[in-house]
């Protein structure tokens, strides 16, 4: 029969256990710090109507939604992130949670990109967000959990880029050209790329050059975060709700003694329009060059295109697939091929029952243990215990059964331990996994 | 504007935090135990090529896959399970992959079906194989981790009915009609559902009443599962390499005393036409209407779709919704509603930063701690903490702040501790917790 080539889709991934194994290292990390903040995980359906998912209108995004018919005929579509079917869950479920209710979602989500720029069609996300509290407090605990969570993960040396939308709004209002905001946004968030030149002449086609450099004024830190707050406030028009909500939480990250992590940087202004407060973006300062990896901000209006509660919030994203390229190009990965900690040989026909009650043995003794599940040459063994980087083996042949014994071989040391009782050896093993 | 419903799609689900919290646990202590036998994770993606997934035939499943045209035109489809995926996986990374190559992978899977009888068309798989090795050694680890598994999951009380297709199928190639086997496997597959007498008059369809009176006789079990495998191979036309092995992973169960768990049954086939070798499902004792929750075997040749390399393996699947919803009709389940163990409450506006600074203290003692976000009514905090069954909450005003204490609150038991240091208030978390 002809076969079928084994390919796999451009931009979807297989993962081999060393990858698999680091990227649920890293998702377990991450969930644990979480959860010891108080966020709860949920999940949500692939799948759902792409009226749900798209709304009524015809955005950029909308093109990449992997989107069609399924047999009863739905108009449906794979999520292509985690934000909106967060939003449609809380307007479905909102008796059932009670507020403010903090969730974290990982998981994956799906976009016909384009994949020549590195980016991938099918990816992770990792979304946490308190909804129903508008307070200093929630948008500080994001931020606090941000840097926790680089901590956990080894990455400590990172600064979170804060602002608030409130504000740079208020400016463009000052200036009167708040009708053109998303446009303006747009373009200031291309800053770093682009250049300050190439921001102002693209700025200078939708309002004044005046306007435009004030803008381009205003977005520029000055010497400490609290500087530049007293900067940004001036140029909008002075103090307001919004700049004490910057203090508020500026004063918050000072108690905490956390300013080392932390500038305010007006240039923050995240592209996407349903953000309304405080926004924030995590650059690795051992590698800028790669982008924020962790960015988020406040909305006032979570599931505004599903039901009339308002449902305040403030959240962020961990690009996921972004970090684990950075653990790896920084060195901060785990190579971890397996979880085994000792490999019993398989040296006697007759005593394969035995080597699987060994096993259970080590098991019980909170040791991760397998059977080699066929008498092969030796080296055969040892190349299996290699390619799963085991540590330990144990050798029980036929005399050694016979004496009630075992022995145990430190398989990178080449060291050898004879004629141990199962007790000993267990102690042996225990002490040098424990090392 | 007017407003859209947050509907989802039939055969699909929500997963409030409850939910979630209980799926994540039930699958951490199912890949604890994987790993622990040296079993690693890998991953595949949700979407392949159709060609990939459905072959070039057109069976059952295909009409229940979730197949369409991507935006480049491309055929493609959502997996529908965990296995044809892998065996691609194993003829595309062939090079990558040491043998024996021992795999588990839990995720979702996608199938139209018809949701009527309970079923989800969003639903997990949690599938386990060893591949690349032909051993009795082999076939019985499955077994035993099914068994650990169980227990694990606190279902001990399950027994595991096995079997071997070798043997079966000798029979039917005793009575000449092989060439009807597929139908044959599916008629016996029936037995508990439609009782003896339907078999015999389905199977009397394809053969004579003969053969159907003796292959009903060959399905029955007899006194002890030794005894049943003599009548096996006596059926069968005495002993052969087939009845050797069950007769060899017998031997096992009993060297690890495992008898109590095991029983070869000869009405197990598996409907599957894959299986060549031994064969295992799973029952509850306590809840046996509800079908096998493991169920699995042995195959020759797991991705001759694709490669001409025999790749034969051994595996089992667990049916992880069925399972769910039994150890919750068990009341086995856990209804946690978070993790968090300190919820510290807003007394004080002006004390935001240093309750922040307080959980944090708490959170490295190992203690998950959340702040409550604004200053409201202190029921509507105790409606907080109860909604997330966080057992103790820390207060501290205005007056502890200044005197440098804090008061610690059992919510349960509603008993108080007042004017401890920070250092006597984790001692005391830490020793309520660990009860």
Same mark, same amino acid.
């Given at each position: 029969?002809?076969?079928?080539?084994?390919?796999?889709?451009?931009?979807?991934?297989?993962?081999?256990?060393?990858?698999?194994?680091?990227?649920?290292?890293?998702?377990?990390?991450?969930?644990?710090?979480?959860?010891?903040?108080?966020?709860?995980?949920?999940?949500?359906?692939?799948?759902?109507?792409?009226?749900?998912? %798209?709304?009524?209108?015809?955005?950029?995004?909308?093109?990449?939604?992997?989107?069609?018919n399924d047999n009863?005929?739905?108009?449906?579509?794979?999520?292509?992130?985690?934000?909106?079917?967060?939003?449609?869950?809380?307007?479905?479920?909102?008796?059932?949670?009670?507020?403010?209710?903090?969730?974290?979602?990982?998981?994956?989500?799906?976009?016909?990109?384009?994949?020549?720029?590195?980016?991938?069609?099918?990816?992770?996300?990792?979304?946490?967000?308190?909804?129903?509290?508008?307070?200093?407090?929630?948008?500080?605990?994001?931020?606090?959990?941000?840097?926790?969570?680089?901590?956990?993960?080894?990455?400590?040396?990172?600064?979170?880029?804060?602002?608030?939308?409130?504000?740079?709004?208020?400016?463009? =209002?000052?200036?009167?050209?708040?009708?053109?905001?998303?446009?303006?946004?747009?373009?200031?968030?291309?800053?770093?790329?682009?250049?300050?030149?190439?921001?102002?002449?693209?700025?200078?086609?939708?309002?004044?050059?005046?306007?435009?450099?004030?803008?381009?004024?205003?977005?520029?830190?000055?010497?400490?975060?609290?500087?530049? %707050?007293?900067?940004?406030?001036?140029?909008?028009?002075?103090?307001?709700?919004?700049?004490?909500?910057?203090?508020?939480?500026?004063?918050?990250?000072?108690?905490?003694?956390?300013?080392?992590?932390?500038?305010?940087?007006?240039?923050?202004?995240? =592209?996407? /329009?349903?953000?309304?407060?405080?926004?924030?973006?995590?650059?690795?300062?051992?590698?800028?060059?790669?982008?924020?990896?962790?960015?988020?901000?406040?909305?006032?209006?979570?599931?505004?295109?599903?039901?009339?509660?308002?449902?305040?919030?403030?959240?962020?994203?961990?690009?996921? /697939?972004?970090?684990?390229?950075?653990?790896?190009?920084?060195?901060?990965?785990?190579?971890?091929?397996?979880?085994?900690?000792?490999?019993?040989?398989?040296?006697?026909?007759?005593?394969?029952?035995?080597?699987?009650?060994?096993?259970?043995?080590?098991?019980?003794?909170?040791?991760?243990?397998?059977?080699?599940?066929?008498?092969?040459?030796?080296?055969?063994?040892?190349?299996?215990?290699?390619?799963?980087?085991i540590p330990y083996?144990?050798?029980? =042949?036929?005399?050694?059964?016979?004496?009630?014994?075992?022995?145990?071989?430190?398989?990178?040391?080449?060291?050898?331990?004879?004629?141990?009782?199962?007790?000993?050896?267990?102690?042996?093993v225990k002490a040098?996994?424990?090392?």
């Amino acid at each position: 029969m002809a076969k079928i080539e084994p390919k796999i889709l451009k931009g979807f991934r297989d993962f081999l256990p060393v990858k698999e194994i680091e990227r649920k290292r890293i998702i377990s990390i991450l969930e644990q710090k979480f959860e010891s903040f108080g966020f709860v995980p949920i999940d949500t359906p692939v799948l759902e109507y792409t009226e749900v998912l %798209l709304g009524k209108g015809g955005g950029e995004t909308d093109k990449q939604v992997y989107r069609f018919n399924d047999n009863g005929g739905r108009d449906v579509s794979m999520r292509f992130d985690l934000t909106v079917p967060f939003a449609r869950y809380m307007a479905k479920n909102r008796s059932d949670l009670h507020l403010p209710f903090k969730r974290y979602h990982i998981n994956k989500v799906w976009r016909g990109e384009n994949t020549q720029r590195g980016r991938y069609r099918e990816f992770m996300q990792c979304d946490f967000d308190i909804v129903g509290i508008d307070s200093p407090s929630a948008d500080f605990e994001i931020l606090m959990m941000m840097r926790d969570s680089m901590t956990a993960l080894k990455v400590s040396d990172v600064t979170v880029h804060f602002s608030h939308r409130g504000i740079f709004n208020r400016l463009l =209002g000052k200036l009167d050209i708040a009708k053109n905001s998303v446009e303006i946004l747009r373009i200031v968030d291309k800053l770093a790329k682009i250049g300050e030149d190439e921001v102002i002449r693209l700025l200078a086609e939708l309002t004044t050059e005046d306007n435009a450099r004030e803008i381009v004024e205003f977005i520029k830190p000055a010497g400490s975060s609290l500087e530049t %707050l007293e900067k940004m406030e001036t140029a909008a028009g002075g103090a307001d709700e919004d700049s004490e909500r910057l203090r508020t939480v500026f004063g918050y990250i000072k108690e905490n003694e956390m300013e080392d992590f932390f500038k305010l940087d007006p240039s923050i202004t995240r =592209g996407l /329009d349903y953000y309304t407060g405080i926004v924030y973006e995590t650059f690795l300062n051992e590698l800028p060059g790669i982008g924020s990896v962790c960015s988020g901000g406040r909305y006032n209006n979570l599931a505004n295109l599903y039901t009339k509660e308002e449902l305040p919030g403030v959240g962020a994203s961990i690009g996921l /697939d972004r970090l684990i390229a950075a653990l790896e190009e920084l060195g901060r990965s785990s190579d971890k091929k397996s979880f085994t900690d000792l490999l019993i040989l398989a040296m006697d026909e007759k005593l394969f029952g035995h080597y699987h009650k060994l096993s259970s043995v080590f098991r019980k003794a909170g040791i991760n243990c397998e059977v080699y599940h066929m008498k092969k040459k030796i080296n055969a063994q040892f190349k299996f215990a290699e390619a799963k980087s085991i540590p330990y083996a144990l050798v029980c =042949g036929e005399e050694e059964f016979d004496k009630g014994v075992v022995n145990l071989k430190d398989l990178t040391e080449r060291e050898n331990w004879n004629d141990l009782t199962l007790e000993e050896a267990i102690g042996k093993v225990k002490a040098l996994i424990s090392k």
